[in-house]
């Protein structure tokens, strides 16, 4: 998996490209533990180009999210594909990290899924 | 015409004089005496142990008790000459990096061609000068030294790879017998209920698995069903995937739940397995089927795979968008009833069954998954789920999964079936 970073109004966005599974989650623990360190106060995961999340993947940005909130961090999921989508419903991880359909929407926390 | 020296006095060393190099051996093998000698002077002279020997035969038998660190041997001898005693050198496995420098009278190119490829490494002409000489020797020495390095960094891999290979022995045995384990906490196929037929497929992908099923009595009217997963892989996710048998075993729910309603069971088992520090949590559908009635109760925490199959009816998923175990100690879950009326079937399965890709990257999916199992309704539990193996198997072109891949089975027999069992 491929993770660049860049900045977009006042989050920072990680742009994930690849898959976000079991044999990845160094990588991404990795970006996210670099995003913390720094004065931000809004993370953006932009899983446009996130073809497949295992459970791995799930649990990480579950347990990224309890720590980042510790840490007085927003976290936010833009437009995740259909089947990340599907995954992310069944396990209602809205209800934990709000999902939008732009980065647009997580700035402004507007349009987010139902938790 | 040199004078052979008897065995005994060959390898003769001499006291060191020059810088220390008196742990430095180098064998001189050469049938003239003068000449010989003269060299041993030099040698000894700049701080070496010099062994000499009277001809091939005589200079081989002292390499293979002294180990020099280098060999300088002249071209012509009598017995066995210097390009043979080379040949013998590299053809025997103990010797063959010795480092060895030919003597010869004359410097022939067609001369030091033969010379190397009969297994010389360098030349050294009679005639020459003292500097030469020492350029040589130490040329050849820094060759040993790291011949002699690359050797023992050789030996030492070859140590550290037979200690590996033991420990992987270890390991593997381990595995195996852990493996059997887990597998012995799996039901036994058959028919756990009157009037129900079960059956499953389940193949780890790494020998243990992180997924595990269970059907068994809860109590006299129920029977419990459920479908675990414990994220990540390897023995880490199969300890806990073990763990949560132990908690979901009829005697422990009656005694830490209560009883066996879904609902109970998950809100206590989301209490007591809290997500790791490494994010590791389980996703678990559990299902409760009222013998009497055949009345379903399920809740789904964060798994997706179990659905119901009833004759004339469409398939119905059992999942519900709720939060694995682990992620909020505060969760709430709510249940699903379904009636099962005979011939239905309730199907049970791990992601790890339909999670699979295509070579170009396409998720096989639930709904492939559900288009094999309907296409063969009128065919046995078993042929089912090899049928949505095979499939599953053959959009991913592997023979194996790469997730654990289990798939469970259950029938209520039709009314007739049950008759003819009886009979």
């Keep these: 998996m491929k993770i660049t970073q860049r900045e977009y109004k006042q989050a920072i966005v990680l742009d994930l ?31 446009e180009k996130v073809q497949f999340l295992d459970s791995s993947g799930l649990g990480l940005m579950a347990l990224m999210s309890q720590n980042l909130k510790l840490n007085h961090i927003r976290l936010s999921v833009v437009n995740p594909q259909s089947y990340v989508r599907e995954i992310m419903n069944l396990a209602n991880i809205a209800k934990l990290v709000p999902i939008y359909n732009s980065e647009d929407d997580a700035v402004s926390d507007r349009g987010r899924a139902a938790a | 015409m040199a004078i052979p020296l008897p065995p005994s006095q060959a390898g003769v060393s001499s006291s060191a004089s020059g810088p220390s190099r008196s742990g430095t051996s180098i064998l001189l093998i050469d049938d003239e005496p003068v000449a010989r000698r003269s060299l041993a002077g030099r040698l000894t002279k700049m701080g070496y142990r010099v062994l000499e020997a009277v001809d091939g035969v005589d200079g081989l038998a002292a390499i293979r008790r002294e180990h020099p660190d280098l060999i300088i041997v002249d071209w012509m001898m009598p017995q066995m000459d210097g390009p043979t005693l080379c040949e013998r050198l590299r053809s025997d496995p103990e010797l063959a990096t010795s480092q060895v420098i030919m003597m010869t009278s004359h410097d022939q190119p067609e001369q030091i061609a033969e010379g190397l490829a009969r297994g010389a490494d360098d030349f050294l002409s009679k005639a020459a000068s003292k500097q030469e000489i020492v350029a040589r020797v130490q040329a050849g020495l820094r060759t040993h030294a790291l011949v002699r390095q690359l050797e023992r960094t050789r030996d030492d891999l070859d140590c ?20 059997r384990f887990v597998h012995s906490l799996l039901p036994e196929p058959g028919a756990p209920a009157p009037g129900a037929s079960m059956a499953w497929r389940y193949l ?5 698995g992180g997924d595990l099923f269970g059907v068994a009595k809860w109590g006299e009217e129920h029977l419990g069903l459920y479908m675990l997963d414990a994220s990540g892989h390897g023995v880490s996710a199969a300890l806990r995937a073990a763990a949560m048998v132990t908690f ?3 005697d422990n729910l009656a005694r830490v739940v209560g009883g066996h309603d879904p609902v ?33 109760r399920s809740v789904s925490a964060g798994h997706g795979g179990a659905f119901l199959s009833v004759p004339g009816r469409p398939t119905t998923w059992l999942s519900q968008s709720n939060l694995p175990l682990g992620f909020d100690p505060e969760a709430g879950y709510v249940a699903l009833e379904q009636d099962m009326p005979p011939g239905a079937r309730i199907y049970l399965l791990s992601d790890g069954v339909y999670e699979t890709m295509s070579p170009d990257r396409e998720l096989w999916g639930r ?3 559900q288009q094999v199992v309907e296409a063969r309704a009128g065919e046995s539990i078993e042929q089912v789920i090899d049928a949505c ?35």
Excluded at chain 2, 160 to 172: E, H, I, P, T, Y
Excluded at chain 2, 269 to 285: E, Q
Excluded at chain 2, 394 to 414: C, I, K, P, S, Y
């Design chain 1, 17 to 47: 490209i690849g898959d976000l599974t079991y044999d990845n989650r160094g990588t991404f623990k990795e970006a996210v533990e670099r995003v913390k360190a720094s004065a931000c106060r809004h993370l953006i995961i932009n899983m």
């Design chain 2, 160 to 179: 550290s790879n037979r200690a590996l290979v033991g420990k992987q022995r270890v390991l593997d045995e381990d595995l195996a017998s852990s493996a």
């Design chain 2, 204 to 208: 780890p992908s790494l020998t243990l």
């Design chain 2, 248 to 250: 979901l075993h009829p």
């Design chain 2, 264 to 296: 109970a069971i998950v809100t206590e088992a989301n209490r007591r397995f809290p997500m790791t520090a490494d994010g590791d949590y389980f996703t678990l559908w559990v299902g409760a089927l009222h013998l009497p009635t055949w009345r379903l």
């Design chain 2, 367 to 369: 709904e492939r998954l």
């Design chain 2, 389 to 423: 193996f095979e499939a599953s198997r053959a959009w991913q072109r592997a023979d194996h999964f790469t997730d654990d891949a289990a798939m469970v089975g259950l029938e209520r027999n039709r009314e007739a079936s049950i008759v003819k069992r009886e009979q």
